[in-house]
Nanobody
Framework: QIQLLESGGGSVQAGDSLTLSCEGRGVILGNYGMAWFRQVPGKDRELVAAISASGGTQNYGDSVKGRFTISRDNYKDMVYLQMNNLDPEDAAVYYC????????????????????WGRGTQVTVSS
């Protein structure tokens, strides 16, 4: 059974940092592009950051550029999201997802292209 398991969420203060982790089980994550999405109740899920299968290409949503960093360790089947200088606007449930496209393309921005999804981890940021 293929699973993506997020961890690392929690409650922090504005300006703090947090690192989210996504572990792939039953799947070789190195065969997939990966992304982090987030969703706030009542709003659409948005792409936060994405990374190609090799890790050579990363892309970020405008609201997190310069603050968040996506990375991966294919030997460990892990993907990470380092979040710095968190703002209350960053509070959401964060999901990792896998897309069956190794090389970067504009399809990374299409949620329906993602084959596997985790269940999410909650991030709360207080001011």
């Amino acid at each position: 059974q293929i699973q993506l398991l997020e961890s690392g969420g929690g409650s922090v203060q504005a300006g703090d940092s947090l690192t989210l982790s996504c572990e792939g089980r039953g799947v070789i994550l190195g065969n997939y592009g990966m992304a982090w999405f987030r969703q706030v109740p009542g709003k659409d899920r948005e792409l936060v950051a994405a990374i190609s299968a090799s890790g050579g290409t990363q892309n970020y949503g405008d609201s997190v550029k310069g603050r968040f960093t996506i990375s991966r360790d294919n030997y460990k089947d892990m993907v990470y999201l380092q979040m710095n200088n968190l703002d209350p606007e960053d509070a959401a449930v964060y999901y990792c997802a896998a897309i069956a496209r190794s090389y970067w393309s504009t399809r990374y921005g299409v949620q329906s292209e993602y084959k596997y999804w985790g269940r999410g981890t909650q991030v709360t940021v207080s001011s």
